[in-house]
């Protein structure tokens, strides 16, 4: 016999918990991510077979719809993901949403999106993974494709843009400066230059889609845990009048390194700029000067990761890079 239970932390959800599902999950993430539900589906009374959290208050906006988030998601096998699926949605009907959202983690700024189409390039540094059972479960339970994401490849550091030339130089004489992340941040910690970062991010993601802020103190927890991984060159920041107006973060594809491969891929993880005329083209202008600066370095491929289809990345990479791997993120009308 399977039921659903609902628990209040991550303490109790260690008590209750024999064998972690696979993908590995923190449970300090049923915490700190504040959902406003916790469910394990349990059999035999002790063992979990299945998991998520839902988020019905504090979501993210979408016209004409009032939103439910599944994230935090587990399931063994397609007839405890059904019975899962369809006690979430039940939940989240009734704390009023209209349409539920999966999986998300409580906000774009965490874990979200399923691989749709893995290609033939290994998995790299950060991507999120997935059983891909996981996409057919919900396929399965009438949820369909709302948005859609790439990562791309770029396997010619090498390659130059007329128009970026162009909008760089014009940058520079508008006085906006690109300098790396400063080397003294490695040795003592992100938070001065996270800082600075994080203020960029929460205007220039404002717009986007899904979107909802995210807590100065959990965006430097989220990049202060890269701090180990991080090459300050690699790691862009914008400034005009010592203000941040852009940055871009990319680092090294460490699992290269843990296949026992030489690492010769950059990941570009994060791109923000200011909104305005003024810095148009500095997204463009920091993507050529990270591209140059891994080349000088030794690296020879850049992955563009985890794009929206539709945003300006996307159109600004799509003309030098080839799709590597595809995502989506999945809804289904509950009323």
Known sequence: MTRPVRIESADEWRERVIEPSP?????????????DERWLLVSGGREAIGRCSLWSRNVPAYPGHRLGLIGHYAARDDRVAAQLLTHACAR?????CTT???PMDGSVWRRYRFISDRGVEPPFFLEPDHPDDWLRQFHSQGFTALADYVSALNTDLSHEDARVTRAAERLTAAGVSIRPLRAEACENGFEDELRRIHAVASVSFA???LYTPIAEAEFIEQYRRLQAYAEPELVLIAEKDERPVGFLFALPDWLQAARGQAVNNVIIKTVAVLPGREFAGLGNALVARCHAVARKLGYTRAIHALMHESNNSRNLSGRYTQPMRRYTLLARRLI
């Open 100 to 102: 539920a959202v999966g």
């Open 92 to 96: 989240l009907a009734a704390s009023g």
């Open 23 to 35: 993908p590995s999950f923190d449970p300090n993430d049923l915490d700190r991510h504040q959902p």
């Open 207 to 209: 717009h986007g889609f």
